[in-house]
């Protein structure tokens, strides 16, 4: 069956040709427009060097002093046409004259920021198509301008839903694959939140449109510092839900960096999941000593300040282990004043003593597909293969992990995907070879709804307006652990 949610088109019905529709608005956008063409040339990093638009944006914004208006459409440009490349490509192969495959990159990145603008905003189409089709002149030429020019004009000519409607496959017949592309995620994606929800229905449907859409900043502030009503105070944002430590700011807000909090280390940016995972370790009861906790996959440092933090009022220690050496420095920048030690080392071959540690986090590296809405790119770059070698890992530091912390202490392990094979696969398997009690973690995220049968935890956008975070809490037996655990994984 062909997967259409990966690019490929149906078969479509003849269109009848007539001119695109009018809208109104300005007749010709400034030649002048640095909004989009850093959008477009984050866009051209993404595909030409796997770069994260993340990482580049933000760079380019300051870099080139773009701010206000200009930074919030340059933002919303780019991080929305990242995030739909599947659908957009499937609109724009059926307005070709050519396969993608034979379109030229340059192009394709001006097509894909042009079509997001005709079919996902309030920008006039003659804007849309005119501001696009002047980028790709004043850097290709007219030749390829004209092409672009044509495509657009055929996007232009039927708005999203009705695009959806031509190619998107029948929902009776595969329902899945019908909202993947609607909701411009891949089908193998599609089927994993499927499968982690028990439904190809409603509750799918939710869950893809709120991973669709521009998510919230959430900031978390440092216990012992400032409160979350000071924080919150401070930046304009709301107290978050859930979270002792959190704040929500608005989409489009700005940089975050730029706030003072942030830029005083009052406050760092972090998902409210990524709190609640990381406090859910902190609240598992315990007998005996408490003041020695590690996190075995620290990079690049959020859980580490928050874990640090907290363990520093009861005048304990953390221990953060980073495999990658830039990744390590950023833990050490991020921790900086705070009680921890950082060091470089694969967390599954350590040189810490059994048993060294009373609380241990494992934040396990996996697919990410929890959040996707962050990482808009990331959808459309991991592949399901990059699964197995991943829960080899994760089973690999999950066992590590346990012969680390003491009898009587506990793990928590934490991915963000809500994938079955990286969340409940994982645990299982680990718990039948090691023997370890997994706890009831729904207990340790107070005041959370909706947190199903347990006993892990697995968040979601459409359910928390968090990132689709998984939590297992295991406490470790008393019988000796050795490396011998994980044979066979």
């Known amino acids: 069956m062909t997967d259409y949610s990966r690019g490929a088109s149906k078969p479509s019905r003849p269109r009848r040709p007539h001119p695109p529709r009018r809208r109104t608005g300005p007749s010709r956008p400034p030649v002048e427009d640095p909004a989009r063409l850093v959008a477009l040339e984050t866009l051209r990093a993404v595909r030409q060097r796997d770069a994260y638009a993340n990482l580049v944006l933000p760079q380019l914004l300051r870099d080139r002093r773009i701010t206000g208006r200009d930074a ?27 396969p993608l495959s034979e379109v030229d990159g340059s192009a394709l990145d001006a097509l894909r920021l042009g079509a997001y603008q005709l079919l996902r905003t309030r920008v006039p189409a003659h804007a849309a198509v005119a501001s696009t089709v002047d980028l790709v002149r004043a850097e290709r030429g007219s030749g390829i301008a004209g092409f672009v020019n044509a495509v657009l ?177 950023l833990v050490r920048k991020i921790t900086s004043g705070l009680p921890v030690t950082v060091h470089v080392a694969d967390g599954r071959e350590t040189d810490f003593v059994e048993g060294a540690f009373d609380r241990v ?57 809500p994938h079955l094979s990286e969340t409940v696969g994982v645990v299982t398997d680990v718990v039948r070879r090691t023997g370890a009690e997994v706890l009831d973690t729904r207990e340790l995220f107070p005041g959370v709804p909706d947190l199903g049968e347990g006993p892990h935890v697995q968040l979601w956008p459409h359910l928390h307006g968090t990132d689709a975070m998984f939590c297992a809490v295991l406490r470790r037996p008393a019988r000796a652990l050795g490396k011998d655990a994980s044979d066979g994984v």
């Open 361 to 417: 986090l494992v934040d396990a590296p996996c697919t990410g597909l929890g959040a996707l809405r962050r990482r808009p790119e990331a959808r459309w770059r991991r592949q399901p293969t990059d699964v197995g070698t991943l829960t080899k890992l994760q089973h690999e530091l999950l066992t590590e992990a346990l012969r680390l912390v003491r009898p009587g202490g506990v793990v928590a392990y934490v991915v963000c995907s």
């Open 72 to 98: 919030a459409l340059a933002t919303e440009l780019t991080y929305g046409t990242a995030r739909a490349r599947g659908l957009l490509d499937a609109v724009i192969e059926a307005c070709s004259d050519r």
């Open 153 to 329: 004009r055929r996007v232009a000519e039927q708005d999203e839903a009705a695009w959806v409607d031509e190619l998107a496959p029948d929902p009776d017949n595969d329902p899945v694959g019908n909202l993947a592309f609607s909701h411009a995620h891949p089908r193998w994606i599609a089927q994993a939140f499927a499968e982690a929800l028990g439904s190809r229905g409603e509750p799918l449907k939710l869950a893809l449109e709120a991973d669709d859409a521009r998510p919230a900043v959430h900031l978390v502030a440092r216990p012992g510092e400032v409160t979350a009503d000071e924080l919150a105070a401070m930046t304009g944002g709301d107290v978050a839900p859930y979270s002792p430590y959190g704040v929500h700011l608005e989409a489009g807000a700005g940089d975050p960096g730029d706030l003072e909090p942030v830029r005083e280390r009052l406050a760092t940016v972090q998902d409210e999941g990524s709190q609640l995972c990381a406090l859910a370790l902190t609240r598992a009861p315990l007998e005996g000593t408490d003041d020695r906790w590690l996190d075995l996959c620290a990079g690049p440092g959020g859980k580490a300040a928050l874990l640090a933090a907290l363990v520093g009022l009861e005048g304990g220690e953390l221990i953060a282990v980073e495999k990658a050496p830039h990744r390590a420095e």
